[in-house]
Each structure stands twice: as C-alpha cells, then as structure tokens.
C-alpha cells in the first residue's frame, strides 16, 4: 500500500511560485501504470483538480490553471511535484497529491505577504 | 468543461437508514475506451479523501460492502445501505473520462 506525503513551504508570498514535493513511500513510483496527481481544496471548499502527470511522461493540467502549472517526477528519488506560479490568495488551499485511490494528508499553503 | 453536479447538497440520515446521493454530468462519462471513469469519495472531518468507489461501481479495498454505486452515461448514484455514525462527512464524484473534475459535494449528516 502506497503512501503519500506533501511537504513545502505552508505560506507563500503573492506573485511568488508556490513549490510542493509528493514523496512516495511503500513502493516504487515507477513500477505501475498509475497516473500521479495534484488536487487542491480552499478552506470550506469543495475539490479541484491541479493535473497529472502519466507514467509517459504526459501532463494534463486544469484548463484554469494550466498556464500556471507544471507538474514532474523524479523517479529517482520516488516523488512528484507541483509548481504554481504568479499566486494570488485565491491559491490558499489544502494540496493534495494522489495516486489513484492513494491520498496524502494535505498540506496547507497560504498566500499571504 | 464537464460539470458534475451533485445532489442534495445535505443529507440528513438516522442511524441504521439507507441514504442516496446523485450525481449528474454535462456530458457522457463513456470513454472511448469503453470505460466509464466514475468515482466516489468520502471525507470525514479534518481527514483527507478517501476513494470509496472507482469506474461507477467497484468497491475500493477495505470499504464496507454498505456502499454501492450504480449509474451510466451521465447519470450516477452512491447508496449507503444502513448508515453508520462513521459515514459522516461530505461525499464528491469525480470523472475521470474528461479530464478530471469534481461534484461539488453532498454533506452526510446524522439526525
């Protein structure tokens, strides 16, 4: 059983490039056909999915969100990442990484100066 | 963009009762894979999500049997057969077929 954990800087200044690491453990991150993702929650709010990142190597990103965002793997060091650039306090949230039906425990990120 | 819209957006439940939650989509779910890339989630309280049914109807590893989900094309449903204090939280369906995007989340309550 796969777990997950984000770790990153929790308060981010506006305008600045927000940088989070999902490390996997209790398995290799290479050894499956997962995909490998990103989702957020504002406080109070419901899911919104960042994008993903495919055993190939192909991105999807949120159409919203997609000329912000770039996601990777480091299979090497078994984790992924998320880079969100030019935030805003609409980009205070809890993320989330995911792989399939695994989650991590989130991670809150406040935009804030 | 698929837009999933998600219903009653709160369930009041008593204990030991069946409780239902829909789950409608702007387009059809059916990839062109012949898979219907539908999901289900539920968060507990100041917990992260938890994926309880994947592909419309598959039950995840662990989740008790009281929780079914039936549903094609743009139509979905999740059944909790006989609630528990343990079931509270909010529930999301997300589809996968289209990218991905979320419901907007019903909130299971207990009376």
């Known amino acids: 059983q796969l777990q997950l954990q984000e770790s990153g800087p929790g308060l981010v200044k506006p305008s600045e490039t927000l940088s989070l690491t999902c490390t996997v453990s209790g398995g290799s991150i290479s050894s499956s056909s997962y995909y490998w993702g990103w989702i957020r929650q504002p406080p109070g709010k419901g899911l919104e999915w960042i994008g993903s990142i495919y055993y190939s190597g192909s991105t999807y990103y949120n159409p919203s969100l997609k000329s912000r965002v770039t996601i990777s793997v480091d299979t090497s060091k078994n984790q992924f990442s998320l880079k969100l650039s030019s935030v805003t306090a609409a980009d205070t949230a809890v993320y989330y990484c995911a792989i399939g039906q695994f989650w991590g425990q989130g991670t809150l990120v406040t935009v804030s100066s | 963009d698929v837009v999933m819209t998600q219903s009653p957006l709160s369930l009041p439940v008593t204990l030991g009762q069946p409780a239902s939650i829909s789950c409608r989509s702007s387009?059809?779910?059916?990839?062109?894979?012949?898979?219907?890339?539908l999901n289900w989630f539920q968060q507990r309280p100041g917990q992260s999500p938890r994926r309880l049914i994947y592909?419309?109807?598959n039950r995840d590893s662990g989740v008790p049997d009281r929780f079914s989900g039936s549903g094609s094309g743009t139509d979905f449903t999740l059944k909790i057969s006989r609630v528990e204090a343990e079931d509270v939280g909010v529930y999301y369906c997300m589809q996968g077929t289209h990218w991905l995007t979320f419901g907007g989340g019903t909130k299971v309550e207990i009376k």
């Open positions: 387009q059809s779910l059916v990839h062109s894979d012949g898979n219907t890339y």
């Open positions: 592909k419309v109807s």
